[in-house]
């Protein structure tokens, strides 16, 4: 079976300061990835979209990137935040199989 | 059609009642259909799929109904319990034989308050 890990699950971290996290999937192999944004009380917000290692697809602009390494890992970064990147930040995987999301990662920027 | 962040919409239901929630999907050629809950600070959860070939499709106290015609997708959470509160998102996807090629559209998701 599938499983996706993500980490960390809380972050705070001051304005200007860089961030980087991390998400892996097993069991699976070439899945799609997505990183996802949620506000307090709202939708999910898709930021990035991978289709395979290298490629990624950013669906709105802002202070964030992301990457991918290897087949199963996705990474989201930014070198400096901004108070507005606070939020709950969700990593999923659709392919063979099915989909589903991360436990998630809330992030305060202070 | 894709999420943006925005306000979701409720709905309360009074404990033991059945409750649906709805979703509707642009894409006419969405192949594969997926419920998720999300209960507060988690992640979403897997609850049920279903492919376009099916009309109906049932599980544990659950059971998702399919409108190609209308492009209508509705979750029936039945005798809710207070667990059930949540919210609770579609996926489409638009071929399931490509899956892993087609991109997951998330719905704006819908909160649903079970009231005891």
């Known amino acids: 079976s599938q499983t996706i890990h993500q980490w960390p699950a809380t972050l705070v971290q001051p304005v200007g300061s860089p961030l980087s996290l991390e998400c892996t999937v097993e069991g699976t192999s070439n899945p799609n990835l997505y990183w996802y944004r949620q506000a307090a009380g709202r939708g999910l917000q898709l930021l990035f979209y991978s289709v395979g290692i290298g490629q990624i697809s950013s669906e709105v602009p802002q202070n964030l990137s992301a990457s991918r390494p290897q087949d199963r890992q996705f990474i989201l970064s930014s070198k400096k935040l901004l108070l507005s990147d606070s939020g709950f930040y969700l990593c999923?995987?659709?392919?063979?199989?099915?989909?589903?999301f991360g436990p998630g990662t809330r992030l305060t920027v202070t | 059609g894709e999420s943006v962040g925005l306000h979701l919409p409720t709905l309360s239901v009074q404990e033991g009642d059945n409750s649906i929630i709805n979703c509707a999907y642009s894409?006419?050629?969405?192949?594969?259909f997926i419920w998720y809950k999300q209960e507060s600070g988690k992640g979403p959860q897997f609850i049920i799929d279903i492919r376009s070939n099916m009309d109906k499709r049932q599980g544990q106290r659950v059971t998702v109904l399919l409108n190609k015609t209308v492009k209508h997708l509705s979750l029936q959470i039945a005798a809710t319990q207070p667990g059930d509160s949540a919210v609770y998102f579609c996926?489409?996807?638009?071929?399931?034989?490509?899956?892993?090629?087609?991109?997951?559209?998330f719905g704006t998701g819908t909160r649903l308050t079970i009231i005891p």
């Open positions: 999923a995987w659709s392919g063979s199989g099915g989909g589903d």
């Open positions: 996926a489409e996807t638009g071929d399931w034989t490509n899956f892993g090629n087609e991109k997951l559209t």
């Open positions: 894409n006419s050629a969405s192949d594969y």
